[in-house]
């Protein structure tokens, strides 16, 4: 093996299409590490005039210089996370190395497709005819910024701008574009349209995300605007999907079918997105700023842990209002929101929203990337501090403010079609029968629904956790098959949930077994909502630039585990998230067990925190110890899961376990990392 201070590697992608490429001999690029070349010091300069005039002549983009070694005649990058980027995404082997096949690039499978038109009878915001014309103007706009970065007009510091205003980011191996799904409602005829999208300008699939959000990984550069366009033809969009801006309003997966639910929160999420979109003060923010918004006592949008939480609800007079909460958030600083308002008139919310964020953007540090959130600037100023700012932000606003009238709501709600719901006659025959004799359809029952306001009807959960699938991935086949479901079944609605699953909120009682039974059929019916193996987790380091460990394989092994014992239904309500580094896109720090991959000398490592939870009584986990391998995290889960068995009393969850018992004997389960 060579001396690895010696050799060097140049990487790069190519700027059409974000491929991966290596400087090889003849001052080619290649798709292939084998067939890479390595420089030495009497090379090494040549090799980066080289790299410098494949940038200058905009073939390739974000150019790198790595250390490497030579085994068998075979290059071999030092960096870890370069030889897993040599590899392509170690979770998807049927996609191959590379996104496409050749220097073309597009996927072997994809077909010719006429782009749809919006015609939804959903209950989804409609959106008229200038808004329509809005996103078609804007995807026409950025192909026109497109062509101007490949033609060199635009140098990629210059085009960055306009790329990630629009979704559009350069990963590992490919761009991947995200895609917005305003408070996590989708017609059948969007979903069908982001089957489209998967199968002519990605490889056949979509991931899911914790912000309601899909994201496609292998887009082209040169396509990018197409696709947006292909979308915005059902009123889809990746506006504000990145950047220092406020992102996508979440809300809970049940909003207008939840029967514990107070008030509809997705027409005051709608009013925010509207509000906020291309903001022209909160455009460049300090750091990206995210809201969620629930409408029950029950917080299934883990409001208490964004930048702005909101719970909407009505006083005693029957009068609307919100109780507010700020300076939330996860990443490297986990914080619990402050509660900032017990109770906020409608018709006050964008104005104190407003208030919030400017107290935010005039203070917030732009000087340091870890202290630029909200959360810090709290801390820091204390929250009596901050809300008494707020307060004086708020009254000093000029009465011109927008204000949150009935009428404006009411505008609003007409804009969203209201399901025609059956008469409940009361008996439901059919489902009973059902639930009594197929005893598998009566444990995914128990398990993937939640009770509708309207008693004949259930909202049914569609778990994208397959025994070691890939959790938030839905291949283009499968979206047709649940748009077709909702069609049929669910009022052509569809939902995306924060723990990367859909759902189909109405659904029939008396047509439950018929959707379970096409659900089984196509290996759609996994019964683990709200099980352990029910994981959220992020791409990490597969597919995602700033991962320092895997996410997904560590996901799959230890679904894996859970099987081949078959506790997954003993072990009740737990919630195991994973994130491949400290963004904590994966909500780690909220799950009752959290996994965190770390880099240790450049290699994975990954640490265990117990205690978190993400609902009303939202608190962050405890770090567990030291970090554990690769090979050791689902050992080391195995035990933690036999010490809550062997600890709890009665029906205890794990949370409860936990609380009573403490982390010391827990922590007897890092013992068995190594062994």
Known sequence: MSNTAELTLFSANRLHDGIVVWLGENNEWVQELYSASLFDQENIEAARDTAQQASDRNFIVGVQELPATRENNIPVPCDYKERIRSKGPSVRPDLGKQSGNGENGNPAFSKTL?????????????YDDDEHAFLKNRAHFFGEQVQRRLSGELTEDEFKTYRLMNGLYLQLHAYMLRVAIPYGTLSAEQLKQLSYVARTYDKGYGHFTTRQNIQFNWIRLDQAADALSALADVDLHAIQTSGNCIRNVTTDQFAGAAFDEDIDPRVYAEILRQWSTDHPEFTYLPRKFKIAITGSANDRAAIRLHDIGLRVLKNEAGEIGFEVHAGGGLGRTPIVATKVRSWLPQQDLIKYVEAIVRVYNALGRRDNLYKARIKILIRELKPENFIRMIEEEFNALPDDRPLVSNELVEHFNARFVTPAFETDSGQFPAFEAALANNPAFARWVKQNTYQHKQAAYISAVISLKPQGGIPGDLTADEMDLVARLAEQYSMNEIRVTHEQNLVLPHVKKEDLFDVWQTLVNANLATDNIGLVTDMIACPGMDYCSLANARSIPVAQEIAVMIHKKKIEHDLGKLTLNISGCINACAHHHIANIGILGVDKNGQEFYQITLGGSADENAVVGKILGSSVTFEDVPVVIEEIMNIYLRERTNAET??????????????????????
Request: zero cysteines; glycine letters at 8%; proline letters at 6%.
């Open 114 to 126: 006429q782009p749809r038109q919006a015609n939804s009878k959903a209950g989804i915001y409609q």
């Open 654 to 675: 794990f949370l409860q376990t936990y609380h009573r018992i403490g982390a010391a004997p827990f922590k007897e389960a890092l013992n068995v990392a190594g062994k």
